[in-house]
C-alpha cells in the first residue's frame, strides 16, 4: 500500500459513522490484516493518535491506537500503533474526567468530553491473543473515543454542555501549535 493509495476518511453524515460496527470472526483473515495495515498507514499519515474501522469505512469493530506525546498530552506514552480487535470494556472506575478531543471524521471541531480515567478492558492482538489491560488517562481517552466508533457513537455526542466546544478556522487534523490531537 502506497501513500498517495491512503483511503479516504468518512466524514461526518456518512452513515457508516453512525453504524452499528460487526464483530471479526477471521482474526487472521488476509482482509482483516490488509484492513489492520491501512488504518495504521492512514493513522500515521495524519499524525492521529487513533482510528477506527469505521473511518475508513469497514464496518468491523476493530480500531487503532497510536498515542504518542503532543502539545495538548505532552505527556502522552508513545506506543507503537496497536490493533485492538473486538474490543470491549470489562470494568472502570468512578472517576470521570473531561478533556478536548477531535476527530479525523468530524473536521474543525473540538469538545471537552467527559471519559472514564480508568478502564479494564479486553480485546483480540493481530496474532489472535486475547488481552487483558488496565489503561488511564489518555490511553483510557482514545480507547473509549474509538470504542465509540464501533457503536456509530461521535465525540460531539457526548460533549454535556454546549459551551464545551471549539470551532477551528482549519481541519484538525492539520498539525499547528493548538490541534494536534485527531483520534
Ligand atoms: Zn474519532
Known amino acids: 500500500m502506497t501513500m498517495n493509495k491512503l483511503p479516504a476518511i468518512a466524514q461526518i453524515g456518512e452513515p457508516i459513522l453512525r453504524n452499528q460496527a460487526k464483530p471479526v470472526d477471521k482474526i487472521l483473515d488476509h482482509t482483516i490484516i490488509e484492513l489492520i495495515d ?5 493513522a ?11 473511518q475508513i469505512s469497514q464496518p468491523y469493530r476493530l480500531f487503532i491506537i497510536a498515542s504518542h506525546p503532543n502539545d495538548r498530552y505532552p ?27 477531535g476527530c479525523l471524521s468530524v473536521p474543525n471541531v473540538r ?15 493481530q496474532q489472535g491473543e486475547t488481552k ?14 474509538e470504542l465509540d466508533h464501533l457503536d ?14 471549539l470551532f477551528c478556522k482549519q481541519p484538525t487534523y492539520v498539525r499547528d501549535s493548538e490541534n494536534s490531537t485527531c483520534f
Not at 132 to 145: G, K, S, W
Open 152 to 165: 456509530g457513537i461521535l465525540f460531539i455526542d457526548r460533549v454535556t454542555d454546549p459551551a464545551d466546544f
Open 75 to 101: 505527556h502522552a506514552p508513545t506506543m507503537a500503533p496497536t490493533a485492538m480487535i473486538n474490543p470491549q470494556i470489562l470494568s472502570h472506575g468512578d472517576e470521570v474526567v473531561k478533556d478536548w478531543e
Open 44 to 54: 500515521i499519515a495524519n499524525q492521529g493518535v487513533g482510528i477506527a474501522a469505521p
Open 38 to 42: 491501512r488504518l495504521i498507514n492512514t
Open 111 to 125: 469538545g471537552l468530553v467527559p471519559r472514564y480515567r480508568s478502564i479494564e478492558v479486553e480485546y483480540t492482538t
Open 132 to 145: 487483558q489491560e488496565i489503561l488511564t488517562d489518555f490511553v483510557a481517552r482514545i480507547f473509549q473515543h
